[in-house]
């Protein structure tokens, strides 16, 4: 006579609570041994997570990548697909408000500092200094002294 599924399941759990068994363990064992040790394929996961946890398996495991990395064509295929997946993410990841607002303040605080400010207004100088900006500079300031007679003529 076969156990139901009930049987089955009321005596594992007299099993959980160390009471006696209603029927034998050999109409138990099968799901006993489901339930308590897994069934054949999480035995065989479980097999395969420890062995590729052992030291010596790593290491030839790290081996064969560095070699397999080292070969042209895929690190042309890593390469483009770095440049596409960072593209990608890092055009999401720099839209988030907190990264944003974390970016902003540390550019503040950075640039309150005395070697920047000294460095910033030393570039500066030198990029002034160059007849093609110093032109456009003078351009600049031609055009606005002009609107800025034209306001006061019509304003007065």
């Not at 042209?72 to 890092?90: G, I, S, V």
């Not at 999401?92 to 974390?102: D, I, S, W």
Request: charged share 45%; no cysteine.
């Amino acid at each position: 006579m076969n156990p139901t599924e009930e049987d089955i399941n009321r005596n594992l759990k007299n099993i959980d609570e160390g009471k006696d068994l209603d029927i034998s363990l050999y109409a138990l064992n099968g799901e006993f041994k489901k339930r308590y040790f897994g069934d054949k394929e999480t035995q065989q996961k479980l097999k395969k997570k420890e062995y590729y946890q052992k030291p010596e398996v790593k290491a030839r495991m790290k081996e064969y990548q560095k070699k397999y990395n080292q070969k042209p064509e895929n690190k042309a295929r890593m390469k483009e697909y770095k440049k596409e997946y960072l593209k990608e993410y890092h055009k999401k990841y720099n839209q988030k408000p907190e990264v944003k607002a974390r970016r902003k303040a540390w550019l503040k605080k950075y640039y309150q500092k005395p070697e920047v400010k000294a460095r910033m207004k030393e570039y500066q100088k030198k990029y002034n200094q160059k007849p093609e900006v110093k032109a456009r500079i003078k351009e600049y300031y031609k055009k606005y002294y002009q609107k800025m007679k034209k306001e006061n003529d019509t304003n007065t």
